[in-house]
Structures are given as structure tokens and as C-alpha cells.
């Protein structure tokens, strides 16, 4: 493991004391500084997972690799103005390290906490975040895991979907949730939520999108790790499946919301 110098600029407020002043003033600077990334080669990093779900197919982040315990998908940069009209991906080039070292850092703190050594100290630590494999930009990212998804009313109104996703959704209760070694539990049990809510379009669709290269990378428990969801959002599910068509699941809707 190597370091790459990657030049940046930190913005940050310098205090001083006017002449004949009691309180300080701030006078906003910046500084063009270095920071340290570490630098490996993709053999140090081997692919723990590979994704073929339409999300990271679209964002071609279909690769998450494994370094020293911790997990990062790749950097790509956005390019909208396509002879096409459709968005194009391309690599990050080296001057645009420093933005992406920068890109998480946009809060409002007072003048006087937003010295010099915490605009340091932040953009060190933000550094820790990202790896330089075989020349190209990766992020550090959460594990990913399958999430049953419900839209609309039911009744194939909206839908019921099966997604990967790499975080917990607070809105959504940890039995929607399944490890990427799950994958079957995780098609069976969509299949499961579209047939009680109706969702006919849906029913037989569903199919594994993670294959795990390194089984040790799985580590997530939902059951023990993620809560019960919203109550409001659970409540409405249950209206949902209970109906018999999106009109009569949406009367119930209209009742729960004057009742609420």
C-alpha cells in the first residue's frame, strides 16, 4: 500500500482582532493543501460482490471490492450532454481527486469553528473514505443487501419491487430486508408481498441480482440490527393487502388519514 499526494484547496475563516476592536473578526481564505490517499492495486482489493440489478447497471457500479475489511464501489463521472441524450460514465481523471475529497464537507458551522486545523482535520479524515485502485477513484460504501419495496395502493396500482440496496431505510421494517446470501428467501418473500397486495403484474418477476465472491463480506442481520419501519407506512401496507382493489384501498387510506 501506497500514498497519492492528491492537491486540494480548504476554504476556512482566519480570525484577527482589528486595531481599536474588542471582538474578532473573520476573514474568509483559502489554501491549496495536500492530502494523502492510500494507493493499492486491484489484487490487494479482490471483488467480493458482483450486482446486476437496474441501479448499479445504471450508475456502472456493478463491482464492490473488499480491503482491509471494509467495502467500495467505484467512481464515475457523470456526463450529461450526450450527442444521445442519455447520460455517459467515464473515469474520474486525477484533477478532480481533490473535489471528490471535498464533495462531503458542505455544512453551515460559525465563522469561528470553521478554523484552518478543522478544515484540515476534516478533509483528512474524509480522505479515509476513498481508495485509489489501479489508477482509478473507489468509495467506500455499505454491504449490499436485498429490500422488498412496496408503491401505491395495491392492486397494481404502484407495485411491489425487489431492490439492492447498501444502508437501511428506517422507513421500511427489517423483515423486507435479506443478506446477499439470501437471495432466494429474498425473491420468494417479493413474491409473497405482491400476491397479498394484488400486485398480479409483479408475481414471478423477481430474481437474484448479487453474486458473492466472498461469502466472510456478509455480515449484516437484519432481524437484529434494523427496527420495525414507520407505523403510518405499515399501517397503510396492511390496508392495502386487506382490500380488494386500489379504490376500496384507498377509501381506507382516506378514513386512517381523517382519523389520524
Known amino acids: 500500500m501506497k500514498k497519492y499526494d492528491v492537491n486540494t484547496v480548504i476554504d476556512y475563516y482566519f480570525s484577527y482582532i482589528p486595531h481599536r476592536c474588542r471582538k474578532p473578526r473573520y476573514e474568509k481564505r483559502a489554501e491549496e493543501v495536500k492530502i494523502p490517499v492510500r494507493m493499492i492495486t486491484a489484487d490487494e482489493a479482490p471483488v467480493a460482490f458482483k450486482l446486476s440489478d437496474f441501479s448499479h447497471q445504471t450508475d456502472h457500479q456493478t463491482e464492490i471490492r473488499c480491503y482491509a475489511g471494509k467495502l467500495y464501489k467505484h467512481i464515475y463521472k457523470f456526463d450529461y450532454t450526450s450527442v444521445f441524450g442519455e447520460e455517459r460514465h467515464s473515469e474520474i481523471p486525477e484533477d478532480e481527486y481533490g473535489y471528490l475529497l471535498k464533495c462531503h464537507l458542505w455544512f453551515t458551522y460559525a465563522c469561528e469553528d470553521r478554523t484552518r486545523d478543522y478544515m484540515l482535520n476534516r478533509i483528512k479524515e474524509n480522505a479515509k473514505k476513498y481508495l485509489i485502485i489501479d489508477g482509478q477513484m473507489w468509495e467506500q460504501c455499505g454491504e449490499p443487501r436485498y429490500v422488498v419495496n412496496t408503491f401505491g395502493l395495491g392492486h397494481n396500482h404502484g407495485g ?29 418473500y417479493a413474491n409473497y408481498v405482491a400476491v397479498r397486495r394484488g400486485d398480479t403484474n409483479d408475481v414471478g418477476k423477481f430474481e437474484q441480482m448479487i453474486e458473492v465472491l466472498m461469502p466472510e463480506c456478509v455480515k449484516i442481520k437484519p432481524s437484529k440490527e434494523h427496527g420495525d419501519g414507520d407505523p403510518t407506512i405499515n399501517s397503510l401496507n396492511a390496508m392495502a393487502e386487506a382490500s380488494n382493489s386500489a379504490a376500496e384501498a384507498g377509501m381506507m387510506a382516506l378514513c386512517f388519514a381523517f382519523a389520524k
Request: proline share 3%; glycine share 6%.
Open 160 to 188: 411491489t419491487g425487489l431492490f439492492v440496496e447498501e444502508y437501511y431505510n428506517e422507513n421500511i421494517p427489517s423483515r423486507n430486508y435479506f443478506s446477499a446470501l439470501d437471495g432466494q428467501k429474498a425473491v420468494d
